[in-house]
């Protein structure tokens, strides 16, 4: 079991270009996830897919769009990337978003914007 | 909604000491609480939670107590290891909710042989 995973692993973009970062898990879990970590700021979430087929906005979703490909595959798009967006990627996966869930998180993308 | 703050943010200890690290949350709604350890280079992994109705739960050299009416809860390392070394956030959550995770800011721990 790889668990989740996430490409790239670094990326360098220049403002206003745009990405896709992919994101796959192989635990048959139905919900998937996507945070940002900054320093001192901790991870906050972007976007979440409760289950195939949905997504929903977290905390701080501006500036990204979400596709819940499949159950495996959960990928993260910035349109036209900002300085603001420079960070680290995480996604993560859990059995549902029910009471209790364990997240399991990738191993993160970390992304600069010049 | 509800906020997560953690202290320290750094610190450092002798191999063989004890480790707190503390939170405090403002949702008195919340009832979840995971903690989670961050090597370099790696994602965050669960290592302990405790859920609002348990006062204390323990897994060998970790504990985590939760003291509902001050709104606090700490992570207790004991017998600190090397391997100990590592970034660590606590987080809240009404209802257990994965979608509304709420993490601290991070308290990156060093022990030192």
């Known amino acids: 079991n790889a668990g989740v995973t996430q490409t790239p692993k670094f990326q360098v973009l220049k403002t206003g270009q745009s990405m896709t970062l992919q994101c796959a898990q192989d635990?048959?879990?139905?919900?998937m996830y996507w945070y940002r970590q900054d320093p001192g700021m901790g991870l906050r979430l972007i976007y979440y897919?409760?289950?195939?087929?949905?997504?929903d906005k977290g905390e701080v979703p501006n500036g990204y769009n979400v596709s819940r490909l499949n159950k495996r595959e959960f990928s993260l798009r910035l349109e036209s990337a900002a300085p603001s967006q420079t960070s680290v990627y995480f996604c993560?996966?859990?059995?549902?978003?029910?009471?209790?869930?364990?997240?399991?998180f990738g191993p993160g993308t970390r992304l600069t914007v010049l | 909604g509800e906020n997560v703050e953690q202290h320290p943010s750094t610190l450092s200890v002798q191999e063989g000491d004890s480790a707190v690290i503390k939170c405090t949350y403002s949702?008195?709604?919340?009832?979840?609480f995971p903690w989670y350890k961050q090597e370099l280079g790696k994602g965050p992994q669960l290592i302990i939670d405790?859920?609002?109705?348990?006062g204390e739960k323990k897994d060998q050299r970790i504990a985590v107590t939760l003291n509902k009416t001050a709104k606090h809860f700490s992570l207790h390392i004991t017998e600190t290891q090397p391997e100990d070394s590592a970034v660590y956030f606590c987080?809240?959550?009404?209802?257990?909710?994965?979608?509304?995770?709420?993490f601290g800011t991070g308290t990156r721990l060093q022990v030192f042989p």
């Open positions: 987080a809240g959550s009404r209802a257990g909710g994965a979608d509304k995770l709420i």
């Open positions: 635990m048959n879990h139905n919900s």
């Open positions: 949702d008195s709604a919340s009832n979840y």
């Open positions: 993560a996966s859990s059995y549902g978003t029910g009471a209790y869930n364990e997240q399991f």
């Open positions: 897919s409760a289950s195939e087929g949905t997504t």
């Open positions: 405790i859920r609002s109705n348990v």
